[in-house]
């Protein structure tokens, strides 16, 4: 694979897969081919030979790969990943499935956002995952604006893979023909029966034969005022998902089960709030049963969410309120979520070192007022980056931590020590638990578990599980 680097800043780990940006046409191997759009985030790469932006293609196996403003950052553990994310989304390895603002839920395997307020779709569709990861292999793509007066049928139709995926993408004149996966082939058939294309899955070496287990059909009214997405299981109709400019113009109408559930997303002010971003779910009959309204904050590093409320207009409670780093001195902690209050009390506050990585997480215990630094009235989770283990050395960007200790009411519960090197023939992790609270990593009482990982020149093919 053939890689450019177009302005990614290595401060290394998730994305939000609704930052991500269309991907250019193929060229001839003799003209290589370049992208005509952007870089859809600082964890992305331009592949020539393949024609499409592959993410985060430097990361370890086993890091969360995470896009948080202009920054790529790689960190260790799914909290870690939330917290860069603002406590949003389901965090996974290598890419998460965040929601974004004004976001619409697509049906399993897709999401819809990328400011939906505004009338724009976007639409994702996961193509295979790693084994034992929540991890796209690929992502199909579609991205439109409402009203859709300048749809381009499979034209528009992008593939974003995973940097540890080996996908391969046939194009032709008129956009993506074929999608090569591990465990799966995909083809497009494009302008037939009145709709705009279908992207048809067969497991791996069976393309062609029979009915497809899976496929989608993209189409869109000729006026551009709906696009909508069907899914067939074994040729029967699976779900289907319609999105429609709203009739006053502003915000998005997202339809699904053939009407039995609309989710209508309205952008509004308010005082002391950049943005306020309204989320109203209604059944058939029309009527609201379900109301959320995310209010977002203006800072130096970018609009973030502030405040989540759900309910009714004059009897919405408090689901969650944020706080981020604004001092500017604070390299570690500046635009990072810095602590959460829950609307049932519960509340977190997070410590960062200058490389942003957490070294400390503070938990209210029972009914502790919020940020208090009584010791009794909290849970305090200690982490280190720093090598214990003599054939290890410290690391620029290594996000990987070495030894965490948690206490609960200033009494100590456990510490765990971690540690990772290579011995020329494979990679190993060592992981022990403390026996007590002054053991320190590689004490005879310690609790001692080494394991060899997967070596990086293995087949990926190995890695990877059905679409299906």
């Known amino acids: 694979m053939k890689r450019t680097h177009t302005g990614w800043k290595r401060t290394l780990g998730l994305a939000a897969l609704a930052a991500l940006a269309w991907t250019a046409g193929a060229d001839t191997l003799n003209n290589p081919c370049t992208p005509d759009d952007p870089q859809p985030g600082p964890c992305w790469e331009w592949d020539e030979e393949d024609c499409v932006w592959v993410f985060c293609p430097d990361a370890l196996p086993g890091k969360y790969c995470c896009e948080v403003g202009d920054e790529c950052k790689i960190v260790e553990s799914e909290e870690e990943c939330c917290v860069e994310c603002g406590g949003k989304g389901n965090c996974t390895f290598g890419g998460g499935k965040g929601t974004a603002k004004g976001s619409g839920s697509g049906p399993s395997g897709t999401r819809a956002g ?13 193509l295979g995952t790693l084994p034992g990861e929540d991890v796209f292999a690929a992502i199909a793509r579609v991205r439109t604006e409402l009203p859709a007066t300048n749809w381009a049928g499979a034209a528009g ?8 995926a080996e996908i391969a993408v046939v194009r032709g004149s008129n956009g993506v023909e074929r999608i090569y996966a591990p465990e799966m082939d995909a ?3 494009a302008d037939a029966g009145g709709w705009n294309f279908e992207l048809r899955c067969w497991p791996r070496g069976e ?4 009915t497809p287990p899976v496929s989608w059909r993209v189409e869109a009214a000729e006026d551009g005022a709906w696009v909508r997405f069907t899914k067939f299981a074994d040729g029967a109709t699976n779900s289907v998902t319609e999105y429609a400019a709203a009739a006053d113009g502003n915000g998005l109408a997202v339809t699904e089960g053939g009407g039995l559930r609309t989710e209508r997303i309205t952008v509004g002010t308010e005082s002391g709030f950049q943005r306020v971003d ?3 779910v209604s059944g058939p009959d029309g009527v609201v049963v379900e109301r959320r309204v995310e209010k977002v904050g203006r800072f130096f590093f970018g ?11 004059n009897a919405a409670i408090l689901v969650r309120a944020l706080e981020y780093g604004t001092n500017r001195n ?11 209050r829950d609307g049932d009390g519960a509340w977190t506050r997070w410590d960062y070192d200058v ?10 215990w029972g009914d502790a007022p919020f940020g208090t630094t009584n010791a009794l009235d909290t849970r305090v989770v200690e982490t280190s980056y720093a090598p214990a283990d003599a054939r290890e050395w410290p690391v620029m960007g290594d996000r990987r931590w070495r030894s965490r200790t948690e206490r609960v009411r200033g009494v100590w519960k456990g510490t765990t020590f971690r540690a990772y090197y290579s011995d020329g023939a494979a990679d190993w992790e060592i992981v022990e638990e403390a026996a007590d609270e002054f053991c320190t990593y590689s004490n005879a009482a310690n609790r001692r578990t080494e394991r060899r990982l997967l070596p990086k020149t293995a087949d990926a093919r190995v890695r990877f599980k059905p679409v299906w």
Do not use: M, P
Not at 355 to 364: C, S
């Open 114 to 126: 990328g400011g939906g307020a505004q009338g724009v779709v976007d639409f994702q569709i996961k």
């Open 157 to 164: 139709l992008q593939v974003l893979r995973h940097g540890r």
């Open 187 to 189: 083809g497009v058939v």
């Open 207 to 210: 393309y062609g034969q029979g």
């Open 278 to 280: 309204v989320h109203e």
């Open 303 to 313: 609009d973030k969410l502030v405040e989540e409320w759900a309910g009714a207009t």
């Open 330 to 340: 604070e390299q570690g902690s500046f635009g990072r979520v810095v602590a959460r």
């Open 355 to 364: 490389e942003g990585r957490v070294v400390r997480e503070t938990t209210g």
